[in-house]
T-cell receptor
Framework: KAGVTQTPRYLIKTRGQQVTLSCSPISGHRSVSWYQQTPGQGLQFLFEYFSETQRNKGNFPGRFSGRQFSNSRSEMNVSTLELGDSALYLCASSLSGISEAFFGQGTRLTVV | AQRVTQPEKLLSVFKGAPVELKCNYS??????LFWYVQYSRQRLQLLLR??SRESIKGFTADLNKGETSFHLKKPFAQEEDSAMYYC???????????FGQGTRLTINP
């Protein structure tokens, strides 16, 4: 079956702009989580959605937001981009909150 | 606070030698522990989790609650084991992983 798909794979944005990243989970998976990966901070949890509701949230500013649609696809939005937002953003899906998480290949965001 | 520490950023061993990747954690409660692996140009994937108590690709990991450790071990390393390894924890029932900084394992021929 198809894995977790993230689009786009690469993105270049200018400071102050906003960006939307998309994640399509494995069919049947209802939980979608987002992570930010940077060389300095490593992998950090952003938030998790389950059945269209945010269930867990990490320690990121309000500029980072997300949503989940009825088909379990999820989007992540970052407003007023800063240089420090440059990172690899990973999405993971799972059947429920206690099962194995399957990761996508990530979207590499560069803010200039 | 929840924290995962992997003390070695880089680890290099020879093929056929034993491998141990260290992971220590701090957590007030009963966490669920995982090892994730990322091979070159591949996505992050689950290697094993403590509740399953399985051996995957020859790797095992035992949860030591007294020492708050979850070290990953393999008795005989193979070249295909070269990868980035991440230890992670979550609260039981929560899909919120806290990752260590990772250890890059290189197996020399």
């Amino acid at each position: 079956k198809a894995g977790v798909t993230q689009t786009p794979r690469y993105l270049i944005k200018t400071r102050g702009q906003q960006v939307t990243l998309s994640c399509s989970p494995i069919s049947g998976h209802r939980s979608v989580s987002w992570y930010q990966q940077t060389p300095g901070q490593g992998l950090q949890f952003l938030f998790e959605y389950f059945s269209e509701t945010q269930r867990n949230k990490g320690n990121f500013p309000g500029r980072f937001s997300g949503r989940q649609f009825s088909n379990s696809r999820s989007e992540m939005n970052v407003s007023t981009l800063e240089l420090g937002d440059s990172a690899l953003y990973l999405c993971a899906s799972s059947l429920s909150g206690i099962s194995e998480a399957f990761f996508g290949q990530g979207t590499r965001l560069t803010v200039v | 606070a929840q924290r995962v520490t992997q003390p070695e950023k880089l680890l290099s061993v020879f093929k056929g030698a034993p491998v141990e990747l260290k992971c220590n954690y701090s957590y007030s409660g009963s966490p669920e522990l995982f090892w994730y692996v990322q091979y070159s140009r591949q996505r992050l994937q689950l290697l094993l989790r403590h509740i399953s108590r399985e051996s995957i690709k020859g790797f095992t990991a035992d949860l030591n609650k007294g020492e708050t450790s979850f070290h990953l071990k393999k008795p005989f390393a193979q070249e295909e084991d070269s990868a980035m390894y991440y230890c992670a924890l979550s609260r039981q029932g929560a899909q919120k992983l806290v990752f260590g900084q990772g250890t890059r394992l290189t197996i020399n021929p």
